[in-house]
């Protein structure tokens, strides 16, 4: 069992340049969720799929963000012409689909645009 | 809107003290509840989950919370802390739909 993987851990950008983080699931979890962490707060839900479907965004998923999961395995969060405010701790959690869906969280991708 | 509250951002225990964090839920149906320990630079670890069934629930760690409907309250315990046991707590919750709603966090300070 390895875990939840996320790449790259750290990611340091310029404000306007794109970047863009992957995650690779538990091999038999069916769902992947995207959360964003800021200093001091609890994690933040950003979207979740199903296979490859991408079934919620939150309103805090600005047109500047896509995340895709093509092949219902590993996904990708792209942010486009980063801002200052983008930087935070991208978190990636994956589960089966349950009633109660517990989350298994991988280590994050830390974000900081100068 | 349903909702999470973690009582008080920082705590501090000395080691071999009973450590308390508090966690309140406000929803008209009971939600899922879950305890989450963050180590700085890392991601999540769940410490313990409350679905149905026994309202006191043990986890990992010497970890245990219970539900209590009528305070709508969860909060986490440990009857004698370890300076291992400093980290951030976020207590969460899924109320009913499949996204997490994580409380703001509470910071646990060991003193030795």
């Known amino acids: 069992d390895t875990g939840v993987s996320q790449d790259p851990r750290h990611k340091i950008t310029k404000r306007g340049q794109n970047v863009t983080f992957r995650c690779d699931p538990i091999?038999?979890?069916?769902?992947l969720y995207w959360y964003r962490q800021t200093l001091g707060q609890g994690p933040e839900f950003l979207t979740y799929?199903?296979?490859?479907?991408?079934?919620?965004k939150s309103r805090l998923l600005s047109d500047r963000f896509s995340a895709e999961r093509p092949k219902g395995s590993f996904s990708t969060l792209e942010i486009q012409r980063t801002e200052q405010g983008d930087s935070a701790m991208y978190l990636c959690a994956s589960s089966i689909q349950s009633s109660y869906n517990e989350q298994f969280f991988g280590p994050g991708t830390r974000l900081t645009v100068l | 809107a349903q909702s999470v509250t973690q009582l008080g951002s920082h705590v501090s225990v000395s080691e071999g003290a009973l450590v308390l964090l508090r966690c309140n839920y406000s929803?008209?149906?009971?939600?899922?509840l879950f305890w989450y320990v963050q180590y700085p630079n890392q991601g999540l670890q769940l410490l313990l989950k409350?679905?149905?069934?026994?309202?006191l629930v043990k986890g990992i760690n010497g970890f245990e919370a219970e539900f209590k409907k009528s305070e709508t309250s969860f909060h986490l315990t440990k009857p004698s802390a370890h300076m291992s046991d400093a980290a951030e707590y976020f207590c969460?919750?899924?109320?009913?739909?499949?996204?997490?709603?994580f409380g703001t966090g509470t910071r646990l300070t060991i003193i030795p």
């Open positions: 969460a919750s899924v109320f009913g739909n499949e996204k997490l709603t």
């Open positions: 929803s008209s149906v009971p939600p899922y």
């Open positions: 409350y679905t149905t069934g026994a309202t």
């Open positions: 799929f199903q296979n490859e479907a991408q079934l919620e």
């Open positions: 091999s038999e979890h069916n769902r």
